[in-house]
């Protein structure tokens, strides 16, 4: 199957899991960080927020690398664009267009009340899916395993309400 706004063809799962699992070890023996994007998110936010939650140590002290890694992403995600024939900005939701028939305005409403949601949730779980699922699943720590069980859930009964009553 090929990706769905460009139709290249996808990389195989395995060397996607390779190099998470390259970067996760290197973060983990080479800098003693864990992996996780939602404090990269704290520290964008510390910028411009002047309040204690922001100023607090555990978020200025990761910056020197945090920021490079969130770059890394960016970076890679537009090499990767390039790489597989160009990227164009879309309004395209595919189902969701077909049966709510929101415009513009209505879709960035949509994904804004979706962020917030999992704002809440990445608050919530004390951390996001990338540093539960990836880092703290491998770890074998409970709360990890916990987090991760509950957003696969919360995921799977979402799906489900959408597909089976809001879009049936």
């Not at 990706?3 to 970067?23: E, F, M, R, S, Y």
Request: glycine fraction near 16%; charged fraction near 10%.
């Amino acid at each position: 199957m090929n990706l769905i706004l460009t139709g290249a063809p996808p990389i195989h799962w395995a060397v996607g899991g390779a190099v998470i699992a390259a970067v996760t070890l290197a973060l983990l023996y080479l800098a003693n960080r864990r992996l996780g994007l939602s404090t990269g998110f704290e520290d964008v936010c510390s910028f411009v927020l002047d309040t204690p939650y922001f100023r607090r140590s555990a978020v200025m002290s990761g910056r020197g690398w945090r920021l490079p890694f969130l770059g890394g992403l960016l970076l890679a995600g537009f090499v990767s664009a390039l790489l597989s024939g160009g990227w164009a900005p879309t309004w395209e939701l595919g189902v969701f267009d077909e049966v709510v028939g929101w415009g513009p305005a209505g879709k960035v409403a949509w994904m804004f009340v979706g962020g917030l949601f999992i704002g809440f949730g990445t608050r919530l779980a004390g951390g996001c899916t990338s540093g539960h699922g990836i880092f703290g699943m491998s770890n074998l720590e409970v709360p990890s395993i916990i987090s991760t069980v509950s957003f696969m859930a919360a995921g799977v009964v979402t799906t489900q309400l959408l597909y089976r009553v809001v879009f049936a």
